[in-house]
């Protein structure tokens, strides 16, 4: 199994979290995942029983049979519906979500969220005057927010103001220089611009703002391409002191896959392990801190992980969980076995200066 390194390209915060299809929905049509590989069919979509335990279910049945009296079910209750919106925003349900966006619009007291959401409706159905408009009243109102800013900036790009998009985006950083989305298309567009030093230089201005972490993993991984190890460790070390309690996944996530992928083992169980929240981080930083343990020879390291998974009783992770128990067992037994060469070459030797010793 590869060390995972995450991914830090995707949408704003809080939306990246609330677009997980890891919910709460639990539909009547929907078939067990030990039926097959549904997982490989576009047309199905994954979703999570009460008991976390996985499902699927055809997308027509889900927008015909379950979204509808969903969203009726929750018109009025603003942290439901929105909710339901992101969901099928990440299922790709956009022309469907005009009208509660609109709805959530009117009655949402978190005035952020549900402009950010009918501003991104707007933008994906082609309205991008819309987009705009509603945007830019937010900010006039409201003041400045930094993901309402970066959805600005793309809906300057989509009107072709390029100039302005840039601004716009580069205002929204500021404000946030954390925004994974944000700084991913910053990123892109100047390397667009000038090539990989016109990237890192750019990496290395945002690093350079208040509250930054997230453009120190970049350059971090860059440092690790080019055997800097030093580099990358004292950029790991300030992107760590810069980022919240407790660190976020993605930071973890990216910084021990980098560094496993890199042979950097004993950096990333001493980097990570002192940071590793059960609850918080789970399966995904577990993951790399177990393989790096049994690569490490350190069986019983990985063990002690892996029971704390297991007691989290979380059925959507028993098949990795299986996969380690095995991978524990095989490296205990194998890490036995050498022991058991050693004594008895020791002991071989110890015989043979005995005889030696007589003669």
């Known amino acids: 199994m590869k060390i995972l390194t995450g991914d830090v390209g995707g949408s704003m915060a809080f ?12 539909p009547s049509n929907a078939t067990p995942s030990s039926t097959g590989n549904p997982a490989n069919d576009p047309d199905m979509i994954k979703i999570f029983d009460a008991y976390r335990r996985e499902m699927y279910i055809t997308r027509q049945n889900w927008l015909e049979k379950v979204l509808p009296g969903s969203i009726e079910q929750n018109w009025n209750k603003p ?31 978190d005035h952020e969220r549900a402009t950010t959401l009918l501003g991104i409706i707007y933008l994906k159905t082609k309205r991008v005057g819309d987009s705009e408009r509603i945007l830019q009243q937010h900010i006039e109102k409201y003041g400045e927010s930094d993901v309402v800013l970066t959805n600005l900036a793309k809906a300057y790009s989509e009107l072709g ?56 993993l970049w350059l971090a991984r860059e440092a690790l391409k080019r055997h800097n190890l030093s580099r990358a460790l004292n950029l790991y070390e300030q992107s760590l002191a810069a980022s919240p309690s407790p660190t976020p996944s993605d930071l973890l996530m990216q910084l021990s896959g980098d560094l496993g992928n890199s042979g ?27 393989k790096a343990s049994l690569d490490l020879g350190l069986p019983e390291k990985a063990q002690q992980i892996l029971n704390q998974l297991y007691a989290q009783n979380r059925p959507d992770w028993k098949q990795t969980l299986e996969f380690w128990d095995t991978g ?7 890490l036995a076995q050498d022991k058991s060469k050693d004594n008895i070459t020791v002991n071989m030797l110890s015989i043979k200066g005995a005889r030696l010793a007589k003669t």
């Open 328 to 334: 524990i067992a095989k490296a205990k037994l194998t």
């Open 264 to 290: 950097c083992l004993s950096e990333l169980i001493d980097l990570t392990l002192p940071r590793f929240n059960i609850e918080f981080h789970g399966l995904l930083v577990g993951n790399n801190i177990i």
């Open 161 to 216: 103001d390029d100039q302005r998009s840039l601004k716009t985006l580069f205002r929204g950083l500021q404000l946030d220089p954390n925004q994974d989305n944000a700084l991913g298309w910053y990123m892109a567009i100047q390397r667009e611009k000038g090539g990989e030093e016109a990237e890192l230089e750019a990496l290395a201005q945002i690093a350079d703002l208040h509250g930054s972490w997230r453009a120190q």
């Open 15 to 26: 939306l990246k979290k609330l677009f997980s299809k890891q919910s709460d929905r639990n």
């Open 79 to 109: 942290e439901k519906l929105s909710g339901l919106i992101i969901q099928s925003l990440g299922d790709g349900f956009f022309k469907e979500m005009v009208k509660p966006a609109e709805h959530l619009f009117e009655i949402d007291q």
